[in-house]
């Protein structure tokens, strides 16, 4: 170790500053005395194979101390009563050790209780992980190091770290690189702060536009989740810190997307389970091997998945590969016998988490409500320490993985404050936010907007000057944030007048209810739409800022209708009707059902929850300093009663209603998606062409290449995300109408044209068969390369010959 060269007075001084060196000899060059024997034991030994330290820790440890390396301590002041280490803490559970303390120091924005003064300067809170670790490492008597885990699905949870947008709006950027580069910051940042693994991403596939926790979410497509998510895990194991995936499994389509307690009954069956909902945590294992797995809270089948052999041991470490550890998420133990009703009691939910494959309960409970019946069933032979050695062991090879048992201390706290969230992070925030933004509709040409040419601007809406939906719980907490009239008003400076005038709250006092029981305006509600009507009057242009705020989407929020909630949509007829200009920008978490405000308005942004930055790259983009180019990853369906719509999607799921024929005349339900799958304007125009395959019959194990090229038609330079899709013509089970194989964001001047090339693997090609074994089967494929899900550009055909042929 790079402190421990020097003598143990000095070495603890640079450690922790301000603390007195104490006569504890077991730092030494190289190595340190975990367990105080005096002897440098094979786990302390670097150089020693990975599984000989794992056995002979596990060989020297205690059943107390075996056990305490199966369960979490919630930090500060949701578990955790202390910031920094006390005498109490030698009565508690974790004087034998913890597997991980979670979220500690690390600052919830809407939560006062969690405010702290160790988070910040960042040196500060690093010093205190530090403090914290010591504790561990010289008062327990193995001395096993913490695994302090935080959130991260959009940015380090924490007060200052770098902000980025819900991961709904990284999904729309359709850029790999700048995930990595995402997954690089908050690994970086995590790793700088003291924190050694990061809940995310998370790779649920979003399939209910109704679901609260869409936004969270990278879309509904899997390859798109997938190949999004494993640049996500790459970049934050990058910096030496665990990725710790979210949630396995089929959590996302709870029934009719009523979401919380014990999410009973997902509808889906063992194909599209597979297919659908497996496929993006088998890719990501496979293809970036997370150290962390974090188990869902839902049943499946009726089978609790935290309880399940089949999904923790068969599926996920025995097929997928995971070699990390398995983290329940919060309540997932308890609910096996408090909501699923599988167990008589908690103890016996313990016991069948724990021969599951589960490794360490987290929830914002004490360590000692699980340890305590753990021991007890160990006691009494129900769980064997073979089951046991081997769960800890789990735990204890991320932890060697991790470097906790050769550096095990944030090694220069001062570093800090000079690495985490740089001026280059910020810029990169922006970016980020610019590349989130998805142009849903931009009538002649209506945007971008000239400021020299406009003297008087309104912003409105209940969402134009808030900024709580640029924080959330699982975000950084206390940046400087910008509205979207601050940023608009910046941008003019003396160019142009710019008003506000919020014209409505996010919900009228009846919501939801109003929005199935309608209520007439109360005379508040109807002058403060009157007072945005006057001022739009005397206006060029309105700027309408509208959609969902954090209070309106998030776990356990799911909705009934997807409209804008409370009076917006009167508020937006109403501008509408003075005849001027409005141009919507759209706040939200999940796909609205816009049909009016598209048919009627002349342009409308999505901005999905954008991070700190909002303000200010909205009005970029509105006055054409930025050309957007994101991507719709989720559809938007024209109303909830046609939900489940979404992509991909069986032959005829889908369909419309016949015209013609003895039973052709019903036509009586809405069709087809407001918004599809992959959908996104630019200002500039592309074209494609020159669509090339490297062969058009081929062997099953065979790979193909696939080119064509893009070319910027227009005066602007602008991003295109092209998109490859595969058709299956004739298969020996249904499957989908078509599948997203590949697909890439390219920049682009004007006249500039690129080749693309993607490559078409057999794990791209293959299905699940009448036996559900993966398959590749004969017969003819469609390439079709387009600008969306349903805007083909270019099609060609190739064959997957008989292996008999």
Not at 115 to 136: C, D, L, R
Not at 138 to 149: A, C, H, L, S, Y
Not at 530 to 535: G, K
Request: aromatic share 10%; net charge negative.
């Amino acid at each position: 170790m790079k402190y421990y060269k020097i003598t143990l007075a000095l070495a603890v001084s640079f450690l922790f500053t301000g603390m007195k060196p104490d006569n504890k000899d077991i730092y030494h060059k190289g190595w340190i005395d975990f367990n105080k024997n005096g002897a440098k034991d094979v786990f302390e030994d670097s150089k020693a194979p990975l599984e000989a330290r794992v056995n002979n820790l596990i060989s020297l440890m205690n059943v107390n101390e075996k056990t305490c390396q199966l369960v979490t301590l919630y930090g500060y002041s949701r578990v955790l009563e202390d910031e920094m280490p006390n005498d109490k803490w030698k009565n508690r559970v974790w004087k034998d050790g913890i597997a991980n303390i979670d979220e500690h120091l690390n600052t919830i924005w809407n939560q006062e209780k969690t405010h702290t003064k160790y988070a910040f300067p960042y040196s500060t809170h690093a010093e205190a992980i530090n403090t914290v670790q010591k504790w561990f490492i010289e008062e327990t008597r193995m001395g096993i190091p913490v695994d302090f885990t935080n959130e991260g699905v959009h940015g380090l949870c924490h007060e200052k770290a770098t902000p980025l947008p819900a991961p709904i709006g990284i999904g729309s950027t359709w850029n790999k690189d700048l995930v990595y580069k995402a997954g690089t910051i908050v690994g970086r940042e995590a790793k700088a702060l003291g924190y050694t693994n990061v809940y995310a991403p998370i790779l649920d596939v979003a399939r209910d536009q109704r679901w609260g926790r869409v936004l969270e979410c990278y879309g509904e497509e899997p390859f798109h989740i997938s190949e999004m998510g494993k640049q996500m895990v790459l970049g934050i194991q990058s910096e030496g810190v665990a990725s710790t995936l979210k949630h396995f499994a089929v959590y996302s389509v709870p029934k009719g997307a009523r979401d919380g307690d014990a999410r009973t009954d997902p509808h889906v069956a063992p194909r599209e389970m597979f297919q659908l909902h497996l496929y993006p945590f088998k890719k990501v294992i496979k293809e970036a091997a997370p150290m962390g797995i974090m188990s869902s809270y839902n049943d499946y089948d009726g089978v609790p998945v935290t309880a399940s052999p089949y999904f923790l041991t068969e599926l996920l470490r025995e097929q997928f590969g995971f070699n990390g550890y398995v983290v329940s998420d919060s309540e997932a133990v308890e609910y096996v016998s408090e909501k699923h009703h599988v167990a008589a009691g908690y103890k016996e939910a313990v016991r069948q988490v724990i021969e599951a494959g589960l490794n360490v309960r987290t929830t914002f409970r004490t360590p000692e409500s699980f340890v305590e019946p753990l021991r007890e069933l160990i006691a009494e032979g129900k769980i064997s320490m073979q089951t046991i050695d081997s769960r800890v062991a789990d735990v204890l090879r991320v932890k060697f993985r991790l470097g906790l048992f050769d550096s095990p201390y944030v090694e220069n706290p001062d570093k800090a404050d000079k690495t985490v969230h740089t001026a280059a992070d910020e810029a990169f925030s922006k970016q980020i936010n610019r590349e989130s933004l998805v142009l849903l509709k931009n009538e002649n040409n209506l945007l971008p907007l000239d400021v020299d040419k406009i003297d008087n601007i309104l912003v409105t809406g209940p969402l134009a000057d808030e900024v709580s939906f640029t924080f959330s719980r699982y975000g950084p907490a206390f940046n400087p944030s910008t509205s979207v009239f601050k940023g608009v008003k910046d941008y003019a400076g003396n160019k142009a007048n710019v008003s506000f005038v919020k014209g409505c709250d996010i919900v009228d006092p009846d919501w939801p209810g109003s929005e199935i029981i309608p209520t007439p305006l109360s005379a508040k509600e109807q002058a403060d739409i009157d007072a945005a009507v006057e001022q739009a009057k005397k206006s060029d242009i309105i700027i309408a800022v509208v959609g969902e705020d954090e209070k309106r989407v998030g776990e356990t929020k799911s909705r009934t209708s997807l409209g804008l909630p409370g009076r917006q949509f009167q508020l937006v007829q109403a501008l509408y009707a003075t005849g001027k200009p409005v141009v919507l920008v759209l706040i939200n978490g999940q796909p609205l059902t816009i049909n009016w405000e598209n048919k009627f308005l002349p342009a409308i942004l999505e901005a999905w929850f954008p991070s700190t930055a909002a303000g200010e790259v909205i009005a970029e983009t509105l006055f054409g300093d930025y050309n957007p180019g994101g991507k719709l990853s989720v559809t938007f369906p024209k109303s909830v009663g046609q939900i489940p719509l979404n992509f991909p999607y069986k032959p005829g799921s889908q369909a419309g209603q016949p015209g013609a024929g003895p039973n052709g005349y019903g036509n009586t339900r809405v069709l087809g998606p407001l918004y599809p799958f992959g959908y996104g304007l630019s200002y500039t125009s592309f074209e494609y062409s020159d669509l090339v395959i490297s062969r058009t019959s081929l062997k099953a194990q065979a790979n193909i290449e696939v080119s064509f090229k893009i070319k910027n038609t227009g005066k602007r330079e602008g991003d295109e995300v092209v998109q490859m899709y595969l058709k299956d013509k004739v298969s020996s089970v249904t499957t989908y109408e078509s599948m997203l194989r590949g697909f890439d964001r390219v920049h682009l001047k004007p006249n500039e044209t690129k080749t693309i090339h993607f490559t078409l693997t057999p794990s791209d090609l293959e299905l699940l068969d009448i036996d559900m074994n993966w398959t590749v089967e004969p017969g003819d494929f469609e390439v079709l390369i387009g600008a969306s899900s349903v805007d083909i550009k270019l099609k060609e055909t190739f064959t997957v010959e008989s292996v008999n042929d």
